[in-house]
């Protein structure tokens, strides 16, 4: 039973992740080329990192909490790690409109 509650909460992980990087990213591409950014060349993985890292903290905090899968070691990200990560997600987010 342990087996199939765990398949069934990375399959709600998944979705989780997809649907949140999908509309994350919609929403950058319609910033950026608002302020008349061209996601070219090299520049394409920052936003996409910052999404991982984004949904990582979202999932880390909050998500895993309410799934199928129950387990003791599930627990947040320490308040630190979890500032260190939205800084970087942040930066990459921004860094974009000024290279």
Same mark, same amino acid.
């Given at each position: /039973?342990?087996?199939?509650?765990?398949?069934?909460?990375?399959?709600? $992980?998944?979705?989780?992740? /997809?649907l949140?990087f999908?509309?994350?990213?919609?929403?950058?591409q319609v910033?950026y080329?608002?302020?008349?950014?061209?996601?070219?060349?090299?520049?394409?993985?920052m936003?996409?990192?910052a999404?991982?890292?984004l /949904?990582l903290?979202?999932?880390h905090?909050?998500?895993? $909490?309410?799934?199928?899968?129950?387990?003791?070691?599930?627990?947040?990200?320490s308040?630190r790690?979890?500032?260190?990560?939205l800084y970087?997600?942040?930066?990459?987010?921004?860094?974009?409109?000024?290279i």
């Amino acid at each position: /039973m342990k087996g199939v509650t765990f398949l069934l909460e990375f399959i709600r $992980f998944l979705i989780i992740f /997809m649907l949140g990087f999908i509309l994350l990213g919609e929403l950058e591409q319609v910033l950026y080329q608002a302020a008349g950014i061209q996601m070219l060349g090299s520049l394409w993985w920052m936003p996409g990192l910052a999404n991982v890292l984004l /949904m990582l903290i979202v999932y880390h905090n909050r998500l895993q $909490f309410s799934g199928w899968f129950k387990s003791p070691v599930n627990r947040k990200l320490s308040k630190r790690t979890t500032l260190i990560l939205l800084y970087i997600a942040l930066l990459l987010l921004i860094l974009p409109f000024f290279i």
